[in-house]
Nanobody, 113 residues
Framework: QVQLQESGPGLVKPSQTLSLTCTVSGGSITTNYYYWSWIRQPPGKGLEWIGYIAYSGSTYYSPSLKSRTSISRDTSKNQFTLQLSSVTPEDTAVYYC?????WGQGTQVTVSS
């Protein structure tokens, strides 16, 4: 069973870059046809899909966040990483990494000075 775990700072200052890592166990991020996503949920709002990195290493981002988003991976560590630049308080959310029905527990990120 694939398990995912998010990690990263819980507090980021405005205009800085948010960086989160998802560590995957129980399966390889390079397994054919697996797609690894980042999703977030701002307080009091619904889920928002941010983007994914595919088994091949290709990426696809939400159009609304594309200009500020980068997803990369470290296959030697079986991890993939989200970077979101120029953050504002509106980027405050619980951030999840996921693959289909398998989700991490989520990590709270607050953007505040």
């Amino acid at each position: 069973q694939v398990q995912l775990q998010e990690s990263g700072p819980g507090l980021v200052k405005p205009s800085q870059t948010l960086s989160l890592t998802c560590t995957v166990s129980g399966g390889s991020i390079t397994t054919n046809y697996y797609y690894w996503s980042w999703i977030r949920q701002p307080p009091g709002k619904g889920l928002e899909w941010i983007g994914y990195i595919a088994y091949s290493g290709s990426t696809y981002y939400s159009p609304s966040l594309k200009s500020r988003t980068s997803i990369s991976r470290d296959t030697s560590k079986n991890q993939f990483t989200l970077q979101l630049s120029s953050v504002t308080p509106e980027d405050t959310a619980v951030y999840y990494c996921a693959r289909v029905s398998q989700w991490g527990q989520g990590t709270q990120v607050t953007v505040s000075s």
